[in-house]
């Protein structure tokens, strides 16, 4: 008990006093100060072993209480030194067992992502790849559908092609025919003409000479009826 007030009468208050320093504020630390002076001075001055010492003993005593008390500090300082390197290496230890298990989660984490990441990119190529199959597929239908349409119109064109040049042929063979008819009816026909033209021609010649003939007989008939009425004769 005197080594504690000694020690807080000099103003060394240990563990508990820095503990306390750092939740005070300055002037209500200086105000606990005063207080605890004039008790630790009240204490000393109701101690009558104390005040009847003699100034040898005084000093004595307070020789032995302040050794005493450096020792009890030195003590105290090597324990707080040590709890203080305790509380530092658990500290490290933690905050090395923190950071490795941040890094642990961390790397989790990032693999997880990149696993997902993966996933999600594995899933997108499989869908595109689906995407751009199926647009292949539906692009060589298409493809094959206009191929078949064109080669059915093609065919189709071709057909109605072969056919109107076989009824323009066939037109064409007929108009020849016929004009083939034409011409040889035409011909025929002049023929017959030409043949009924030669036999008028001989007919008329003949009737001319008939005529002729038949004017040659009268005439020589009307000489000899003339010459035969007439009174010479």
């Known amino acids: 008990m005197a080594d504690k007030n000694f020690l807080s009468w000099v103003g060394f208050k240990g563990e508990e006093s820095n503990a306390s320093k750092t939740n005070l504020a300055a002037g209500s630390a200086s105000l606990d100060r005063i207080r605890e002076l004039e008790s ?3 204490d000393l001055r109701s101690r009558r072993d ?24 030195q003590q105290r300082e090597a324990k707080a030194n040590s709890s203080a390197e305790k509380v530092l290496n658990e500290s490290k230890k933690l905050a090395s067992s923190t950071l490795e298990q941040a890094e642990a989660k961390a790397k989790s984490l990032l693999t997880q992502a990149e696993s997902r990441g993966r996933k999600y990119i594995e899933a997108a190529e499989s869908d595109a790849s689906d ?12 493809l094959t559908s206009k191929k078949r349409e064109g080669g059915a119109i093609t065919a189709t064109a071709k057909r109605e092609a072969d056919r109107l040049i076989l009824e323009a042929s066939t037109e064409v063979s007929e108009y ?4 083939a008819g034409v011409i040889s009816e035409a011909e025929r026909l002049y023929r017959i003409q030409s043949q009924s033209l030669d036999s008028a021609e001989n007919a008329i010649s003949q009737s001319r000479a008939r005529l002729e003939s038949a004017f040659n007989r009268l005439a020589e008939l009307q000489k ?9 004769g």
């Open 131 to 142: 995407i751009l199959s199926q647009a292949n597929s539906e692009a060589e239908d298409l």
């Open 176 to 179: 020849r025919n016929w004009l």
């Open 224 to 232: 000899q009826v003339v010459s035969a009425i007439s009174p010479d």
């Open 50 to 73: 104390i005040t009847g010492l003699s100034k040898e003993e005084f000093e004595i005593l307070a020789t032995e209480t302040a050794m005493s008390i450096i020792r009890t500090a």
């Open 40 to 42: 630790q001075l009240n």
